[in-house]
Each structure stands twice: as C-alpha cells, then as structure tokens.
C-alpha cells in the first residue's frame, strides 16, 4: 500500500479522496493555489503546498509545481481526482518517469479513450455496441455530406478531442451540415487545440446511461451497475440516478456483462466509466471517462463498495477481492449538482457563503468542500457540493430528496437549488420519463425557476 498521497485536485473530490485516505491509514498531501489557501481539503490534510496563483494553468495544470510537491513531501502516489489532469497520459508517464504512482489507468488507456475515434474503434473491436457514424474524422465538407447522406439526418458534429459539450453540433438537415462543421471545428481547436470532427447519428430522444466498471490491470474487472445521466444543461450532468427508471435488471446485467468482459479483454486497470446512449431497447458506445466519475456517490450508495478506496488498493497492487456475485444492488439513489450559478441565467456565481446549512437525516449524503464564511473563487468550476439521497424505492427516493432541498441552506451565492426543487416536483421526473434533451426542452417552455 501507498505510504504518502498527493491528491492533485481541489474541492470536494480532494476532500472525498483525502477521507478514503484516511481510512485507508495513508498521510495526505494537500496541493492548492493561493486562492484556495483556506480550503476544507488544505485544512484536513497532514500536509499541504502552495503550487502557483490562482489561475489552473498554472497551478493545478501546472506538471513542474506537482512534480516538486511529491519531492518535497516524500509522496509516492498522486491521485488525480476528476477534471485537470486526471485524464492526462503525459502527466500519468511523467509521474512513472519520476517513481511515483499514478492513481488511474494504464497511461495508453488514457491516451486511446481520450481520442473519441479510437475509443469508438476500441470499443468495436472489444463488442461494444457503437452509435452508427463516421468510421474516423472527416475531412472536407463534401466527405462529410457523402457520410451523413449514409447514415442519415439529422447529425451530429462531434469534436475527436472533445468533452464537456464543447465542439459538438446538431446537424438537422443538409442545408445546416457546413454551418455546424465550421462550428464545431472552430470551438474545438479554441478548448483542446485540435480541429478535427467526426459524424454520429443523432438519436432524437435518448437517454445517458453509463456503466461502471473496476478492474486489476491484470484481466480481472467487475461491472458495478449504471448510473442514469439523462437530466443535462448544455450536454452537462446536473442530476444522475441508479437504478435507472428505464432499465430492468436484465438490461443492466446484460449490458454490465459485455463492458466488464471488454475491461478484462483491455486490461483495464482502475475505475472508469462507459457511456451509452440508450433508445428503443438499444444500448449505442459514445465515450469512457478513464477516471473517478463526480457522479460515484450513486453507485456506492446502492452497492455499499467504496470505489475512491477500491481504486487505491488496486492502484497499489492489492489484491482484487471483488468478484461479480459480491456486488448486490439494493434500493434508488438519486445526486443532484447544487452549482453556484444564477438560477435564471446560470451565469456562475461566486463569492462567499454567509450562511450555509446543508441538510441531514437517513439516507442523505453531502459531498462538499463549502463551509460557513467559505469563499467560493470564480476561477474553477461552480460546484457547490452533491447532494446524494438513497431510498429503499424510488418514491422513497423522491419524497426524501424533496425533504433535503428544502432544507439545504446556502446563502450569500445564487445556486441552482431552485431549480431541483422545482424538478423533483415535475411528474415527468416523477415517473421517470425523461431524456437527454427533456431538461432543456422544459426550460425553453416553462422558463428557468427564480431564486
């Protein structure tokens, strides 16, 4: 087992990782900005170094600033958390270069996910279903025309190196097509320095569902369920539940089994994340996210397993005491992400917190870094905390979520608490009918909730 860890984040993943570390028996070393010199993450660490000013370039970005952290503080692991360079290989070969454990995948994982062309060959190759689309980038407007013509409109324009919704256009028709290639091409090489696209079908009314898998390294891996992401803003995931209304346990089982047979096939080693499109029965391969996913907390909590712990340990070499009959599913649980965003204009909404109560009881969970006088900086994401409800049903569920919006206080910042509470009331949530696009169709009919 790992001796010293450095948590290569901020927020309420470096707090999540530092409390498995802590049970684990691991010391922890805190990395921050000056702008995060007061964090909850610095405060509880055993250890803690200033690695640059605020903006992340140059301080949780910055490979030379964390390099030197692990050499000044003896740590022999890094765990990356989520976002900055937890999906880095380069970062991931520096760190092995140096002698120290990288708390995450094979670098040529990451590497070969991180290309959305290769991962889909990947995923080919190893039998999971893909959506129909272009077999690699595309080059001039005609070629795409020609593939979009074959597989139908409407399109959709994707970046290769894409993440987060950036570079990624519907194309409706053949009129719209060149408009959304020039789009996507140019906000893609602006967020990742490459231009390069690729074409999908657009599926009109999918739903996001993810599967989650943990594997040795050595060709054993476990599926550990699905998460259901289909309540998104902007392609982004603001609530994400498990089981997913949609599914029945065959379906997962039956997916679960085909990802966990392609990890063990990979070699994969760690956690990650495959993701699906799911429509009309059919499950179709859009990405896997080589890292700790924000929404985890779902699957830990109707699985009771620990996944930041069981990353670690197989990240150090332990043995892999999980097999697949010892993960049993039991009851709902649903995570919303409570942002500090105007909830009009969700514009970010940083600042500080003059009052902040977060709710409790039987079956709530909060994972946050915020506390009373704490000041949110406007340089990172707007992330308050998650709140994660579980009940043995998923009316349970809902009645106990309602319970703990209502209750959650956090004053001084708009967040996006009206919003959920506005949600968890809506019968369509109620019933679960839902797609990836419902959310935004629902704002642009009923408006955005007021503070």
Same mark, same amino acid.
């Given at each position: 087992?790992?001796? %010293?860890?450095?948590?290569?984040?901020?927020?309420?993943?470096?707090?999540?990782?530092?409390?498995?570390?802590?049970?684990?028996?691991?010391?922890?070393?805190?990395?921050?900005?000056? @702008?995060?010199?007061?964090?909850?993450?610095?405060?509880?660490?055993?250890?803690?170094?200033?690695?640059?000013?605020? &903006?992340?370039?140059?301080?949780?970005?910055?490979?030379?600033?964390?390099?030197?952290?692990?050499?000044?503080?003896?740590?022999?692991?890094?765990?990356?958390?989520?976002?900055?360079?937890?999906?880095?290989?380069?970062?991931?070969?520096?760190?092995?270069?140096?002698?120290?454990?990288?708390?995450?995948?094979?670098?040529?994982?990451?590497?070969?996910?991180?290309? %959305?062309?290769?991962?889909?060959?990947?995923?080919?190759?190893?039998?999971?279903?893909?959506?129909?689309?272009?077999? $690699?980038?595309?080059?001039?407007?005609?070629?795409?025309?020609?593939?979009?013509?074959?597989?139908?409109?409407?399109?959709?324009?994707?970046?290769?190196?894409?993440?987060?919704?950036?570079?990624? %256009?519907?194309?409706?028709?053949?009129?719209?097509?060149?408009?959304?290639?020039?789009? @996507?091409?140019?906000?893609?090489?602006?967020?990742?320095?490459?231009?390069?696209?690729?074409?999908?079908?657009?599926?009109?009314?999918?739903?996001?569902?993810?599967?989650?898998?943990?594997?040795?390294?050595?060709?054993?891996?476990?599926?550990?369920?699905?998460?259901?992401?289909?309540?998104?803003?902007?392609?982004?995931?603001?609530?994400?539940?498990?089981?997913?209304? @949609?599914?029945?346990? &065959?379906?997962?089982?039956?997916?679960?089994?085909?990802?966990?047979?392609?990890?063990?096939?990979?070699?994969?080693?760690?956690?990650?994340?495959?993701?699906?499109?799911?429509?009309?029965?059919?499950?179709?391969?859009?990405?896997?996210?080589?890292?700790?996913?924000?929404?985890?907390?779902?699957?830990?909590?109707?699985?009771?397993?620990?996944?930041?712990?069981?990353?670690?340990?197989?990240? @150090?070499?332990?043995?892999?005491?999980?097999?697949?009959?010892?993960? %049993?599913?039991?009851?709902? &649980?649903?995570?919303?992400?409570?942002?500090?965003?105007?909830?009009?204009?969700?514009?970010?909404?940083?600042?500080?917190?003059?009052?902040?109560?977060?709710?409790?009881?039987?079956?709530?969970?909060?994972?946050?870094?915020?506390?009373?006088?704490?000041?949110?900086?406007?340089?990172?994401?707007?992330?308050?905390?998650?709140?994660?409800?579980?009940?043995?049903?998923?009316?349970?569920?809902?009645?106990?979520?309602?319970?703990?919006?209502?209750?959650?206080?956090?004053? $001084?910042?708009?967040?996006?608490?009206?919003?959920?509470?506005?949600?968890?009331?809506?019968?369509?949530?109620?019933?679960?009918?839902?797609?990836?696009?419902?959310?935004?169709?629902?704002?642009?009919?009923?408006?955005?909730?007021?503070?």
């Amino acid at each position: 087992m790992f001796e %010293k860890i450095l948590i290569a984040n901020r927020g309420e993943i470096a707090l999540r990782v530092l409390r498995a570390c802590k049970e684990l028996g691991i010391a922890t070393v805190a990395v921050h900005s000056t @702008a995060d010199a007061d964090a909850m993450h610095v405060r509880l660490a055993d250890e803690s170094v200033c690695i640059g000013p605020p &903006a992340a370039r140059d301080s949780y970005l910055n490979v030379p600033a964390l390099l030197a952290a692990c050499e000044i503080t003896g740590a022999d692991a890094v765990h990356p958390g989520y976002g900055f360079l937890s999906e880095n290989a380069r970062f991931a070969e520096i760190l092995e270069q140096h002698s120290i454990h990288f708390i995450g995948p094979k670098p040529a994982h990451i590497r070969v996910m991180g290309d %959305k062309i290769e991962a889909k060959r990947t995923a080919q190759r190893l039998g999971i279903p893909v959506v129909p689309g272009s077999e $690699g980038g595309v080059g001039s407007d005609a070629e795409a025309l020609s593939i979009a013509k074959s597989i139908g409109f409407p399109v959709l324009v994707k970046a290769t190196a894409g993440g987060g919704g950036r570079g990624m %256009k519907v194309a409706p028709t053949e009129d719209a097509l060149s408009n959304a290639l020039a789009t @996507a091409r140019a906000e893609a090489q602006a967020a990742f320095g490459n231009d390069a696209v690729y074409l999908e079908k657009y599926l009109t009314r999918p739903r996001h569902i993810e599967i989650q898998v943990l594997g040795d390294g050595q060709g054993r891996a476990i599926h550990l369920g699905e998460r259901d992401c289909s309540l998104q803003r902007r392609h982004q995931k603001i609530w994400e539940e498990a089981h997913s209304p @949609a599914l029945n346990i &065959a379906a997962i089982n039956g997916i679960g089994a085909t990802v966990a047979k392609a990890m063990r096939d990979l070699e994969y080693l760690g956690v990650g994340t495959v993701e699906f499109l799911y429509e009309d029965g059919e499950f179709y391969f859009i990405e896997m996210n080589t890292r700790i996913q924000v929404e985890h907390p779902v699957t830990e909590a109707i699985t009771d397993i620990d996944l930041v712990l069981e990353q670690i340990r197989v990240a @150090a070499g332990g043995d892999f005491e999980l097999r697949q009959e010892d993960v %049993k599913f039991h009851g709902h &649980a649903i995570e919303c992400r409570i942002n500090a965003e105007h909830p009009q204009t969700f514009r970010p909404s940083p600042g500080k917190i003059v009052a902040y109560h977060p709710p409790g009881g039987l079956g709530v969970r909060i994972d946050s870094a915020a506390y009373h006088g704490y000041t949110i900086p406007p340089y990172y994401d707007s992330l308050v905390g998650k709140l994660i409800v579980y009940g043995k049903t998923r009316g349970e569920c809902l009645m106990r979520l309602r319970r703990a919006l209502d209750e959650f206080v956090v004053d $001084g910042v708009d967040t996006t608490l009206p919003l959920f509470r506005r949600l968890v009331r809506e019968k369509d949530i109620i019933d679960g009918d839902y797609h990836i696009h419902w959310l935004e169709d629902f704002l642009a009919k009923n408006g955005a909730p007021s503070a």
